[in-house]
């Protein structure tokens, strides 16, 4: 027990460090299940993970985030990193990219993104989109994640 409190500290000071989150590390049959919550623009964005023989385990999934949540909340505004992305899995780094057309409205035709934003309080479907409306910064995010998906 002391060598997982040890382990939480830890991860909790890294998260602080890193993000400047507040997390709330919690130890479940053996595991440490980090809840963090950052707030960004008055958006709040959720991650659980938990380390399990000394990875991180995420757990961000279109299953279980928050109706209010981003993949990545800043990729209409910041140009996009390695350090960004690097953690995401393939399906995560689809649903980031394709947030980039659902903040424009863009109306998704597969069921798995028209269910995964229809389900978002920010989403609000209008159509086709013109990329000519899209930003630099994010015309570069769509082609970088997608390099990676």
């Known amino acids: 027990m002391k060598h997982n409190l040890g382990i939480s500290l830890l991860i909790s000071s890294i998260c602080l460090v890193q993000i400047g989150c507040s997390s ?6 053996n595991n ?3 809840k963090d919550e ?14 399990q023989n000394n990875q991180v385990i995420k757990e961000n999934s279109e299953n279980n985030a928050p109706n209010n949540y981003y993949i990545i909340s ?5 140009y996009l990193t390695y350090d960004d992305i ?7 780094l689809a ?4 947030e980039i057309f659902a903040r424009h409205g863009y109306t998704f ?16 479907p209008i159509g086709k989109v013109d990329m000519n409306t899209f930003s630099d910064i994010e015309k ?6 997608k390099s990676y998906e």
Do not use: C, G, H, M
Request: glycine share 0%.
């Open 109 to 124: 035709d597969k069921a798995k993104y028209k269910n995964y934003f229809s389900s978002q309080q920010w989403y609000t």
């Open 86 to 92: 690097r953690y995401l899995s393939k399906e995560e």
């Open 32 to 34: 440490i299940v980090i």
């Open 140 to 145: 570069y995010n769509i082609n970088f994640i």
């Open 74 to 78: 800043y990729s209409s505004s910041q």
């Open 95 to 98: 649903l980031a990219r394709n």
């Open 24 to 29: 709330e590390p919690v130890v479940n049959n």
């Open 38 to 51: 950052t707030t960004t623009n008055n958006e709040k964005i959720r991650n659980d993970n938990t380390v």
